[in-house]
């Protein structure tokens, strides 16, 4: 199988697949009572989340140099923004819905904003957004990360990769990027070219019966390959 995508960075990766296992957040809307101590649930993993993308920061800042660090920075603030967070304190005053709803739903409604905003530096804040919810929902219902799991180094397909789950990633297991969304500007991007590996956004991969199949990623022209031919293995194992 041969899929076409789009290269942000060049190079070729041969190795088995492994699908990028990211944690899901199932939020149901909940009727509270305790209007005060859904509020200080919310402050508090708001709090604990403030502190986690400190420690991000301080980690991206030694491995993918300060400019791409700086959008923990970022997220930090967005967690200071009074809009987000007022959002988030009046819906759970208003509709008496639990912490977790709140943050969620206040996170769709930014996100689908930044989305649908003319320029591309803003549009890419949507997944920002998307992130930073997430993790504040992950911290309120005490869910563990997400993960990779492999024991040799492997080329990773996602949907989409979040700037923290990319800092995270032990990157001497990742010997290159394919994703089915992002952009040249996605942290994705960003990191594959701090790390000199060869990158594909915009691969239309299939989700099912990939995972530990052997693949070939060519970042000079955009091709990605699910168990390719004996002739095609032996070409590119030349180089």
């Known amino acids: 199988m041969t899929i076409q ?19 899901e957040n199932q939020v149901k ?41 700086a959008i923990f920075e970022v997220h930090q603030m967005m967690l200071e923004d009074l809009d987000y967070v007022e959002s988030i304190t009046n819906m759970i005053e208003g509709q008496q819905v639990n912490a977790e709803y709140a943050v969620a739903s206040t996170g769709d409604t930014f996100s689908e904003m930044f989305a649908a905003m003319d320029d591309d530096y803003m549009r890419e804040r949507s997944a920002d957004v998307r992130d930073v919810s997430n993790r504040v929902v992950s911290i309120l219902q005490g869910n563990g990360g997400n993960g990779l799991d492999a024991d040799e180094p492997v080329i990773l397909l996602a949907d989409d990769l979040a ?35 060869p990158a594909l956004i915009g691969v239309d991969f299939p989700e099912e019966g990939v995972d530990g199949q052997f693949g070939i990623v060519d970042g000079f022209d955009a091709k990605f390959f699910v168990e390719p031919d004996e002739d095609t293995k032996a070409e590119y194992q030349k180089l």
């Open 163 to 197: 700037p923290s789950e990319t800092v995270q990633l032990d990157k001497s297991k990742v010997l290159s990027f394919v994703t089915h969304h992002g952009s040249t500007n996605s942290h994705t991007a960003i990191l594959a070219r701090t790390m000199n590996i």
């Open 29 to 69: 809307r909940e009727k509270i009572t305790d209007i005060a101590k859904e509020i200080k649930r919310f402050e508090d993993a708001r709090e604990t989340a403030k502190q986690q993308l400190a420690g991000l920061y301080e980690k991206a800042l030694k491995e993918v140099g300060e400019v791409n660090a």
């Open 5 to 23: 995508g789009k290269s942000v960075y060049s190079g070729v990766a041969i190795g088995r697949l492994a699908i990028y296992q990211k944690s």
